[in-house]
């Protein structure tokens, strides 16, 4: 199987890409630069892909944008935190549309963000959007893929939750802290977190690609979302620290602005009720079992 990334580089990309590799995939990675080796295929946000006359590929994965979580949210952080997906999406999905042999599938990013901040409401793939910055994003996100909709491809919206590895993402963020024992709860703590294993993103990007039918919205969640104050006291456990130094909610909003408010304080309870209805079968579905795996703990 011939597999085409962008995002390549970055966190689920780079695990992705490794994963085929090793089971003798070929994986062919979309840049931004100069294509400097033949497994190279170059891009932008505007044109697409600048050459598809020769490109030939069984499935393709979209993972690119601006990062969402680095940096206070400024009116141009948002903007290209929006166009980035939007903008870039559309372009790539039309470049896909123009390709004389069109792969067969787009498993396209999206994230949890789509549902807003919900409270304790189960939230299933064919809940309502909610109204905050980060769920505007995520419903521009999954209809600039319409282009490759309309050309015959069958598109997977996957979207993803926190994302737990200890490579990068929320959890390289909090380790510092908590391994020096002042790690705690974010706000009232009350918040639920629906988590997942970077292991688990890799497969259910996997199942995106090899499931015949499956399109659509998917949601990438463990089944078994936590409340922030459920994973501050399993995080501390598995690191043998105590977490009795809480950031309150205003100091979360002080230090960091919107994006406290739409990703550290807010509750969004997803199921992945697709992938269970599908078959997928979770590699790390148990909290604990996954933070004692990334950071390499023992039980």
């Not at 995939?25 to 006359?53: A, C, F, N």
């Amino acid at each position: 199987m011939n597999v085409l990334i962008s995002g390549a580089s970055g966190l689920v990309g780079s695990a992705l890409a490794a994963e085929l590799k090793k089971e003798g995939h070929q994986v062919l990675r979309l840049v931004r630069s100069t294509p400097k080796s033949s497994d190279e295929v170059q891009w932008d946000t505007e044109r697409g892909i600048h050459d598809v006359s020769s490109l030939a590929v069984d499935a393709v994965v979209h993972l690119a944008g601006e990062s969402i979580a680095e940096g206070r949210w400024s009116a141009a952080k948002k903007q290209r935190i929006l166009e980035s997906r939007r903008q870039g999406t559309r372009a790539l999905c039309e470049s896909l549309a123009k390709m004389t042999s069109k792969p067969k599938v787009l498993v396209s990013a999206s994230a949890i963000g789509y549902y807003g901040d919900r409270g304790n409401e189960a939230l299933t793939e064919s809940s309502t959007s909610g109204s905050n910055f980060v769920a505007e994003v995520c419903r521009e996100w999954e209809a600039a893929t319409q282009p490759a909709v309309d050309a015959g491809l069958r598109v997977v919206n996957v979207r993803i939750g926190v994302v737990l590895a200890a490579e990068g993402g929320a959890l390289k963020k909090m380790l510092l802290p908590f391994q020096m024992g002042a790690g705690g709860k974010l706000g009232s703590g009350d918040q639920v977190m629906s988590w997942v294993a970077l292991q688990d993103v890799v497969g259910i990007l996997r199942h995106g690609i090899e499931t015949e039918g499956l399109a659509g919205p998917v949601n990438a969640t463990s089944p078994n979302a936590v409340s922030n104050l459920e994973y501050t006291q399993t995080l501390g456990r598995v690191l043998g620290r105590p977490t009795i130094f809480p950031m309150p909610a205003f100091a979360a909003r002080l230090a960091f602005g919107q994006m406290a408010d739409e990703l550290l304080l807010a509750s969004s309870d997803v199921k992945p009720k697709v992938l269970q209805d599908t078959g997928y079968t979770f590699r790390q579905p148990e909290l604990e079992d996954c933070l004692r795996s990334v950071l390499n703990k023992p039980s």
